[in-house]
């Protein structure tokens, strides 16, 4: 497989996103970003408070992710995003920008990831599983009580998404050694 320039490791919050998504980018020497870290002040308290959010709450959000892959990818840098991207709009949204897909923003962007091969690593498990690492969780502003809306609008990739999945039940080492195989 000709490398991506786009690793996208997705899944509900505690699939271990983060986690596998910056183990990974050590280990290819790819720059890594989460997500996360690009919340706006308004969405994390209104997940704080336990308030699912909304696809016109994640919208901005996903634009300005696309916006800093679309950059790394014309800069011909590597990257890997760790984001929940729980539905496939939101993961058009990540590639093409706002514009092209059905969900449309103010300030989205306008431009897909050009020449940026993206490979969708889907972090999968069960809820039980999945929810008992919620509980183990500190400081995050993510509660345990959201999990049930993600697997509720979760819509897992498919073909034609370029994509892996692997479980959350195997072990770290297990879950890269997956994804760089993949990448060969």
């Given at each position: 497989m000709e490398a991506p320039g786009v690793?996208?490791?997705?899944?509900?919050?505690g699939s271990g996103k983060s986690t596998v998504?910056?183990?990974l980018a050590s280990k290819l020497g790819w720059k890594f970003y989460d997500a996360d870290?690009?919340?706006?002040?308004?969405?994390r308290i209104k997940m704080a408070k336990g308030v699912p959010l909304s696809d016109q709450d994640r919208i901005?959000?996903?634009c300005t992710l696309h916006?800093?892959?679309?950059?790394?990818?014309?800069?011909?840098?590597?990257?890997?995003?760790?984001?929940?991207?729980?539905?496939?709009?939101?993961?058009?949204i990540l590639i093409r920008g706002g514009s092209d897909a059905p969900l449309k923003s103010d300030d989205s962007a306008k431009e897909p990831l050009a020449g940026g091969k993206l490979l969708?690593?889907?972090?999968?498990g069960s809820f039980d599983i999945i929810y008992g690492r919620?509980?183990?969780?500190?400081?995050?502003?993510?509660?345990?009580?959201?999990?049930?809306?993600?697997?509720?609008?979760?819509?897992?990739?498919?073909?034609?998404?370029?994509?892996?999945?692997?479980?959350?039940?195997?072990?770290?080492?297990?879950?890269?050694?997956?994804?760089?195989?993949?990448?060969?």
């Open positions: 690793l996208l490791v997705m899944g509900v919050s998504g910056a183990l870290d690009y919340h706006s002040e308004e969405n901005p959000w996903l916006d800093i892959l679309l950059r790394d990818v014309a800069l011909g840098q590597p990257v890997v995003l760790a984001c929940s991207a729980l539905k496939k709009t939101y993961r058009d969708v690593v889907y972090l999968c919620l509980l183990q969780r500190k400081g995050h502003f993510m509660p345990p009580e959201l999990l049930q809306s993600q697997f509720s609008i979760l819509e897992p990739p498919s073909a034609p998404e370029n994509f892996i999945q692997v479980s959350v039940d195997k072990s770290l080492p297990e879950i890269t050694a997956a994804v760089m195989e993949a990448l060969k």
